[in-house]
Nanobody, 125 residues
Framework: QVQLVESGGGLVQAGGSLRLSCAASTRTFSTYAMGWFRQAPGKEREFVAAISSWSSGSLSYADSVKGRFTISRDNAKNTVYLQMNSLKPEDTAVYYC?????????????????WGQGTQVTVSS
C-alpha cells in the first residue's frame, strides 16, 4: 500500500504561482508513474500532468496548463512536484496526486492505483 500526501495548496491571486508537493511512502517510488489531477466544484476530475517512472523524462500535460505548469520528481525524496505559474481563476480546484504501478504516464485516472487526499488551490481574480 502506498500513501500519498499532498501539500502546498492555498489561496493566490491570478498571475501568481504555487508549488505542490506529493510525498510517497514507498521505497520503490522511482518505479511508479506519477500524475496530477484536479477537480473543480461541480465538475469531473480531470488530468493535469504526468511523469513516467525513473528519470526518463517522459512527460504529459493537459492543453489547459501547457506552458504554465511543470511536473517533476525527486526519486531520492520520494516526491513529485507540480510547479504552477501564471495561475488563472479557472485553475481553482482540489489537486490530487496519483501513483501508478505501470512505468508509463497515463492521462486516464482509472489507470492509477493510489491517490492522495488532495490539496485545495484557489485562485482569486
Amino acid at each position: 500500500q502506498v500513501q500519498l500526501v499532498e501539500s502546498g495548496g492555498g489561496l493566490v491571486q491570478a498571475g501568481g504561482s504555487l508549488r505542490l508537493s506529493c510525498a510517497a511512502s514507498t521505497r520503490t517510488f522511482s518505479t511508479y508513474a506519477m500524475g496530477w489531477f484536479r477537480q473543480a466544484p461541480g465538475k469531473e476530475r480531470e488530468f493535469v500532468a504526468a511523469i513516467s517512472s525513473w528519470s526518463s523524462g517522459s512527460l504529459s500535460y493537459a492543453d489547459s496548463v501547457k506552458g504554465r505548469f511543470t511536473i517533476s520528481r525527486d526519486n531520492a525524496k520520494n516526491t513529485v512536484y507540480l510547479q504552477m505559474n501564471s495561475l488563472k481563476p479557472e485553475d481553482t480546484a482540489v489537486y490530487y496526486c496519483a501513483a501508478g504501478r505501470s512505468p508509463n504516464w497515463s492521462v486516464v485516472a482509472e489507470t492509477y492505483d493510489y491517490w492522495g487526499q488532495g490539496t485545495q488551490v484557489t485562485v482569486s481574480s
